[in-house]
């Protein structure tokens, strides 16, 4: 049991070594990344012995890559001993085994979460590969001493064996270089993997703390928004302090007609899966809200683009609709805006008016005006 104890008070540890800040910024999370990673902990290959008498240091040593938030693979290299038993007998044998799986691993919290900021993730592991063991001198003793016992399994060729592999890691997040795992994993072999045959596979059960390096690229955080700065015209009146000089009446021609036009253009961005806008959009909005304000005929647009490097169609069709239909939302409620004049749209990702993936989580507010002054 004094395993079981050091596999709880670890696990207790990687609990304790999560950090607090849930409402980190999501922009600091890796995107892609590599990682090496070192396990230690304890296995148990199933026989009809009590667990306790069973149980056998494990470790392992792997390397691995994440594609993109959710999907990865990884080699991964593990073994060392693994122990048998003849309950009837109250004999216990042991030997050792090295095993190696390519494994694919799913990340469930990215796969159902945007919320890279989360302290821990949930991984699903998949894998298939193959193990070898040898030195199993323990049970040739107890063999030799008992004719009538079953022959061994093994032969000098038949020692490889398969091995599926299904299991589940909680790892800290990777928005630091070190990370800490714990894995579980339950491992089907071949009927001759602990020299005993009962016609069915053998089954390995292990759980192991890990500790990991993990290197790769980060969600860039955008460039911020420049506002235009409106420069002040200030009246010159120093003429007025002159003195007064007689000015002779000319004929004034009548005033002619001009027509002019006045555009508004703005652009505002987000935060891969979030419905609020990056730092200025506020800003911005106050300047469309002022716009309409000033020219009471104009007719305002608000077209909500997704970007096509995250997500899928539907989705992000979605999102762009969502942030359309909150600009004006926020235009008609917080500026008193009037809802007749402001029209939405959502293009999705299948429009991109820039070049830069992230630049293309935006929404495009576009009106033009038209005043008749008189020169």
Known sequence: MKYMNFLFAATMALLAAVPVSAQEDTRDALKSYSYVEVQGGMEWTATDAKIDKLLSPIGALSIGHFFTPVVGARLHVSGLEAKGRFEEMNKDY????ITTDADLLINLSSLFSCNYARPLNLI???GIGLTNAWKNDDLKAIADANPNLAPLAWGKNNRLSHNLRAGLRLETNV?????????VAANSLDDRF??????ADDWMISGMIGLSYRFGKRYEKPAPIMTPVVQEVVEDNSADLAPAVPVVAEEKPEPKA?????TLHEEIFYIICKSDPTEGGIDQLKRVAQFMSNYKNAIVKVVGYADKGTGNPEINVMYAERRAAECKDALVNKYNCDAERIQIDSKGDTVQPFAENDKNRCVIIDSEAQYTVYE
Do not use: A, C, H, Q
């Open 258 to 262: 001009v027509v002019k036009k006045e």
């Open 194 to 199: 602990n020299s005993k045959t009962n016609d």
């Open 124 to 126: 699903f592991v998949g």
């Open 175 to 183: 928005t630091k270089p070190l990370g800490l795992s714990l894995e």
């Open 94 to 97: 042991k030997w050792n085994f």
